[in-house]
């Protein structure tokens, strides 16, 4: 047996890990943390520090003893998870593990923690030359962050139980970001649109045909505000026998700044715009990446660059684009983390040199090594990191100004505009094969200079409401309010969705169900300081304080303890129990003639007798579309995953397979769909495999609801 031992997270990581160190060194995976807090009880004595009771799962017991087993006679462990809290956190535990269960006297094996932020030779290599101790801080503070998640979820889960819906959880962060998600929908529920039109005209340089459009932006020297089909009818017949001339001409060249590397976040949210990944996708697709040693470590707020990474872009950049595509000096960020020791790389190719299409490829199998999904957020990632070092674009930007009076002596007066732009120099935007900005040449004008009337385009518009969250804007704002940490944005909307707070919606926005708004309303009247913005920042600032060193966790769990827990048990004694609101559905049941509802179950949506307990009946819900079936004809339906996600499937399923991720618009080929049917159908079996009890879980659910009335 090797007298060098390496325990890291997961399998992939210790196949990359062994490619560099060689025979000496033995490397297995503990398949994450082998320690937790127990389920089914508090786990936590708040009387003496806030000690946390850790045990190992039940499914870890077996893993657990064959890696303690692995460690006998080892007279170097090295402990290697990942470079973050939560791999410091899984390192400690691991030692507390080995130390309590290895029949070896920890006095005679040599541990040493190793970090490294991306998987290559050198980094590893310089990493095991320079091992250090645990970093008990950060220790510290991943184990403040998951006792006081226990602490609020313990102690208000069960109360939203009794009050509100079985089966719900309250949670630090994930209530805060559901608060986010409901106060959207209430704005656009409360949003009264008004009508507002835009008055367009086209113009031309006198006898020559250069067309451009102008468009309306004051009258008689005050800002446009033409609010109704009167008003613009009056504009229109003033414009249309207007005399149009040029009142100013402006122009200036402009540079526009590529963006900084990734962070976790802007990752996320990129990958969401451009591959339509949600966050948990991308994350999992990154953590590949990085443990085949292709990215820098993926769980980031930093925007912080290596040396020699940068160095190594810029000959890359000279070699490829030539000089003029490279700045006089490096571009540096700023790093918004005030966590200097915790203030990573940003995420980053290992070697610029490796292009998406010189991605690993196995000769043997004739195929990629890495996914579709792997090479598209790999390119993503690539393409940002050259860009971020390259000369900026410069772009020549002209506002053309023009006045259209009529002849009479007091008619009126118009301005309208006119913005043109034309990419002068590409610099950074030559990466991309579009660039980020759509050209308007507008032909050479003069001030003064008379203009032709061409045509007139009015247009009645009406105001909007602001946009439902994505999942990635849903963590953009959860990082503009400080809550949160890369490692937890992805997982916090995963339970939002596993505790059936939000729902997908057509066009991958998120909305709130009914169980979510209601959650939320009590937890405004009654615990408005544990989801206030402000407060959650607070908190999250001092576990970072602890990562620090500069704050001990029980001075941050004693300052929230006693108040919260005092505020829970009168809650509990004074406030009633809250109805969630039910959608009506239109049918009727077919057994007692009673009104059919929409609730929520383990499993999402169903329909069930409003006139329960009376009426047990219950019954799956398939959300008619209109739609007629391409392959047989049939009706189609929307149907949900177990995960809540949308998906449009043939009624006769069985029967026919045809089913789709979008939702079917027109004429839809069947070859089409091919790919889709495969996926959505395969999500559709395992629901129609949980239908098979699902009746059975409904009247569970149902009657879990009766009982805590």
């Known amino acids: ?125 310089a990493a095991f030359g320079h091992p250090r101790s645990i970093d008990q801080n950060l220790v510290e503070a991943q184990q403040a962050r998951r006792v006081l998640d226990r602490l609020v979820g313990y102690k208000l889960s069960p109360l939203l139980w009794k009050k509100v819906k079985s089966r719900l959880s309250a949670g630090r962060v994930q209530s805060v970001a559901l608060r986010l998600v409901v ?37 008689d020297g005050k800002k446009a505000s033409v609010k109704n089909q009167k008003q613009a009818d ?219 009337f061409k045509n007139i385009n009015p247009q009645q518009k009406f105001t909007e409401p602001p946009a439902r969250y994505g999942e990635a804007t849903l963590i953009r704002d959860l990082e503009k309010h400080g809550i949160g940490r890369p490692s937890t944005y992805a997982p916090t909307i995963s339970t939002l969705y596993d505790r059936l707070y939000i729902e997908r919606l057509e066009g991958k926005k998120i909305g709130p169900t009914p169980i979510g708004k209601t959650t939320i309303e009590f937890l405004e009247k009654y615990f408005g300081d544990i989801i206030d913005y402000s407060f959650t920042a607070d908190m999250e600032n001092g576990l970072d304080d602890i990562a620090l060193g500069k704050l001990e966790m029980p001075q941050l769990m004693e300052k929230f303890w006693k108040p919260f827990e005092e505020k829970v048990d009168r809650v509990a004694e004074e406030a009633e129990k809250m109805k969630v609101e039910v959608e009506e559905t239109g049918d009727v049941c077919e057994r007692c003639g009673k009104p059919m509802v929409v609730r929520y179950g383990k499993y999402g949506k169903f329909l069930a007798c409003s006139g329960f307990p009376d009426c047990k009946n219950t019954k799956a819900l398939n959300e008619e579309t209109g739609l007629v079936c391409p392959v047989d004809g049939g009706q189609v339906v929307m149907k949900r995953t177990k995960r809540g996600r949308p998906f449009w499937g043939c009624a006769n399923y069985p029967n026919c397979t045809f089913a789709s991720w979008t939702k079917p618009e027109g004429e839809v080929s069947k070859v089409s769909l091919q790919k889709d049917s495969g996926q959505a159908n395969e999500s559709f079996d395992k629901s129609q495999d949980k239908s098979k009890v699902s009746n059975i879980e409904r009247k569970e659910e149902l009657q879990s609801d009766k009982k805590v009335e």
Request: proline share 5%; net charge positive.
């Open 1 to 125: 047996m090797s007298k060098n031992l390496v325990i890291v997270e997961s399998p992939t990581k210790a196949r990359t890990l062994s490619q560099f160190l060689g025979k000496d060194y033995q490397i297995i995976a503990s398949m994450g943390h082998v320690r937790d807090l127990p389920k089914g009880e508090f786990g936590v004595d708040v009387d003496h520090g806030f000690k946390p009771k850790y045990v190992i799962p039940k499914n870890k017991i077996k893993m657990v003893n064959q890696l303690v087993k692995s460690t006998e006679g080892v007279s170097h462990l090295y402990l290697a998870p990942d470079p973050d809290r939560e791999g410091e956190a899984i390192a400690w535990n691991l030692l507390k593990v080995i130390d309590a269960k290895s029949k070896t006297p920890a006095s005679k094996r040599n541990v040493q923690r190793v970090v490294f932020h991306e998987i290559t030779k050198d980094a590893v290599l």
């Open 234 to 452: 009056e504009v229109v017949a003033d414009l249309k026998t207007a005399k149009y001339t040029v009142a100013s001409v402006e122009s200036k060249e402009v540079k526009k700044y590529p963006n900084p590397p990734f962070t976790t976040s802007t990752l996320q949210q990129r990958a969401a715009n451009v591959l339509g990944f949600v966050p948990k996708r991308t994350m999992s697709v990154a953590q590949s990446l990085y443990e085949n040693g292709l990215i820098t470590y993926m769980r980031t707020d930093s925007v912080n660059l290596a040396p020699a990474a940068v160095s190594a872009v810029r000959k890359f950049i000279e070699a490829k684009y030539g000089k003029n595509y490279l700045p006089p000096k490096s571009r540096a960020y700023k790093i918004k983390s005030k966590l200097a020791q915790e203030a990573h790389e940003a995420i980053r190719p290992t070697s610029i040199e490796v292009t998406s299409d010189k991605l690993p490829f196995d000769q043997a199998q004739g195929k990629q090594v890495i996914s579709q999904d792997e090479r598209k957020l790999y390119e993503l990632i690539w393409k940002r990191m050259v860009v971020c070092q390259m000369a900026e674009a410069v772009v020549d930007e002209t506002a053309v100004d023009v006045e259209a009076k009529g002849k009479k002596q007091k008619a009126k007066s118009y301005l309208l505009r006119v913005n043109g732009q034309k990419i002068k120099f590409d610099g950074w935007y030559r990466v991309y094969a579009k660039a980020p900005i759509t050209e308007q040449v507008l032909p050479d004008l003069a001030k003064d200079e008379p203009l032709d």
């Open 183 to 219: 106060e959207r929908e209430r704005e656009i529920e409360g949003f009264k649109s008004e009508e507002y039109w835009v008055v367009e005209v086209e113009v031309s340089k006198v006898l020559e045909g250069e067309i451009f459009t102008v468009t309306l932006q004051k009258v």
